[in-house]
């Protein structure tokens, strides 16, 4: 059973295009993420959603925009994609309040040409 | 906002050696330290965590240590193993805002047989 699954595993796309992945969870969790690994490894919180709200937007462009139809997906939508947005995007879920561990999903590597 | 700082950055040792990653945080009021496997290609996975009312935790052959006073916490793999061969992060918590997680910027660490 796939805890945190995400689609596309692989994104392939030209500058100036629009693109999503798609997150979802089945562990009846009620906090989910994004994350973003760049080239050099480095991990880094880009959003936070609690029963469906924003509570994170860690500097983010707003041509990030997440999209939660209900606790259990949470969607990244990427607009006018740039060469920097390159990267392997994460979606993480935990429970709420309590209980800490984040499960991350397999990751969307993007490449943007 | 939290900042965590991870060193070393790679780290290679002998099959058998011991292994030790040290992070520093910035936030006195985090209160949550796990620590993450990353393999290559594949998500980070938690490996051990530790909590700030507690100062060291073992699990078999992985421990963490934590020096509130000092704000700094460190991983120790003991008889590693080829399959010890991962990027490893540490990460630090205070448990509000959506469990937001700061994490650091990754030890390679490679196992020779």
């Known amino acids: 059973d796939t805890a945190v699954s995400q689609t596309p595993k692989y994104l392939v796309t030209q500058m100036g295009n629009d693109k999503s992945i798609k997150c979802e969870q089945n562990?009846?969790?009620?906090?989910m993420y994004w994350y973003k690994q760049d080239s050099k490894k480095f991990l880094k919180i880009m959003f936070s959603?609690?029963?469906?709200?924003?509570?994170i937007n860690e500097t983010v462009p707003n041509r990030f925009s997440p999209k939660s139809p209900d606790k259990a997906h949470l969607n990244l939508h990427i607009n006018s994609l740039e060469l920097g947005d390159s990267a392997v995007y994460f979606c993480?879920?935990?429970?709420?309040?309590?209980?800490?561990?984040?499960?991350f999903g397999p990751g969307t590597r993007l490449t943007v040409t | 906002g939290e900042n965590v700082e991870q060193h070393p950055s790679t780290l290679s040792v002998q099959e058998g050696d011991s292994a030790v990653i040290k992070c520093t945080y910035s936030?006195?009021?985090?209160?949550?330290f796990p620590w993450y496997k990353q393999e290559l290609g594949k998500r980070p996975q938690l490996i051990i965590d530790i909590r700030s009312n507690v100062g060291e935790k073992k699990d078999q052959r992985i421990a963490v240590t934590l020096n509130k006073t000092a704000k700094h916490f460190s991983l120790h793999i003991t008889e590693t193993q080829p399959e010890d061969s991962a990027v490893y992060f540490c990460?630090?918590?205070?448990?509000?805002?959506?469990?937001?997680?700061?994490f650091g910027g990754g030890t390679r660490l490679m196992v020779k047989p």
């Open positions: 990460a630090a918590s205070n448990g509000n805002a959506g469990n937001m997680l700061t």
């Open positions: 562990l009846g969790h009620d906090t």
């Open positions: 936030d006195s009021a985090s209160n949550y």
């Open positions: 959603y609690n029963n469906k709200e924003l509570i």
């Open positions: 993480a879920s935990s429970s709420g309040q309590g209980a800490y561990e984040q499960y």
